[in-house]
């Protein structure tokens, strides 16, 4: 019962913050825990009077700790008394609260005081700015509601002006933070960014003919205040005073998953801060870095195979990509098993156009690292290759060229024949953008290299569809593509590309002859019907007509 003690004194000073009503409620359901048990575990907590004589830091000034603040979301009413968060488990500042807490219950409401600005850093010694940084972060616990423009601008306007006052101070801070400064940071971080995302949640877009960028951005009518805190908490995570140890005690799991949570905001301002925040964080606490690369990894999971809807997948995987450029050689069987099992079947939402640069930069990371990943890459690109959706197909064929340039040789062999399959499929595409997106892989020097290497093998399996483009293509420009790859083809190796011309001769005659048949057994059954039609008799088909069906 013990371990409930730190989290009832947390929720009572969440209590003197916000709504009453909201977290007293709140706080009685958590954990299923019954009324009965709390009641219990405040009459273990252990009762001392306050000394008449306790000083405490209030932000409004030398009130009497008595003096409590509540912010009301319903009506607008704003107080501004804020008491510093005292650490979890002191249980006579425990104590203290709950007093405050039922004396507010008592009076049937809370000492209300003024929303006032704080005098700036200059304006204080030295010696004092400590104390004014903490009455500052506790000044900026209040959460104000951007939907009404026309509420609240005065004390908007002064936490906006605290907000700056902060980042200015984080920026010039000379001394390592202590532990109560850390704690008061994180706390003041966590009230302003971590909450529950409203906006309509963005639909993943299929690749249309209409432009994306068309779409006009969302935009988080409380960024005047968010894009400080990030700034703030930017340059905190940057500060040489930070302590990394230290921090580590309130930046835990539960923060870094709250954090990647947000990278769902449809606001890309803020999704570019939280790019930037999740690296440092992934540098500074080496501790952490299999548990992001986790959570990363389970988030791709939840996108790919349950909601396929995301705000966030290009920024997650351009902080990836920085991760990959940076493992270690030989790479992890666990890096090797991210790649097959979430990387590659990204390629599987139908909006993957939104992030593809991103994610065709980390698996060519991957590539470089290990060039025996290309065979892995080839095929899994092959198994979710797109049959029905043309402009998803461009974007492939512009993934396998760049993936082709850094395959080596023997890497190239295991799994060219399946590969030119479907290339040749490509070939003969009535799209004339996947037609002329694959003809454009004879462009490239190492592919066009690695293709002579293996002609025997690859011309007798791509020949055919060069001359279907040929005689029955429609887009003359992909007619000029295709004379530019037979020709290549025929320099090379010209007596094999007229065994394979001679070969396709042949082969398109026996089709025709095929064809041929086929159609005289479709008139003789036609012949067969008329005749039996006016009797009403079945129609038996001879063994004749059976033979020259097969």
Known sequence: MQKYIPLLGFWFRQLIRRDFNLYISWFLSFACMPRSMIKQILRRLPRRQSKSGDKRDLVAGDSPPSSTTSTSSRDGDLSSTRMTILPPGQDSELIHLTQQVHAGVRDCGMTIMPYEALPSFKDVPSSDRQSLLIKKLNLCYVVFDFTDSTKNLKEKEIK???????VDYMTSATGKFPENVMQEIIMMIYVNLFRTLTSPHCECKVLQTVDLEDDEPVMDPAWIHLHLVYDFFLKFLQSPETDAKLAKRYIDHSFVLKLL??????DFREREYLKTILHRIYGKFMVYRPFIRKSINNIFYQFIFETEKHN???ELLEVLGSIINGFALPLKEEHKLFLVRALIPLHKPKCMGIYHQQLSHCITQFIVKDCKLADSVIRGLLKF??????????????????VLDATQPPEFQRCMVPLFHQIARCLNSPHFQVAERALFLWNNDRIENLIKQNVKVLLP?????LERNMTSHWNPAVQSLTIYARKVFADYDPDLFAECSKKFEEDDLRSKEIQSKRETTWKRLEEIAATKAASNEPVLIPHIVQGSWN
């Open 160 to 166: 906006r002006q605290t907000l700056q006052d902060l």
């Open 261 to 266: 949570n947000l990278f769902d905001s449809e």
């Open 312 to 314: 966030g997948i290009a």
């Open 385 to 402: 290759w797109p049959i029905t959706n043309s402009s998803k197909e461009v974007v492939f064929l512009g993934e396998l060229e760049e």
């Open 461 to 465: 399996i791509i020949f055919p569809a």
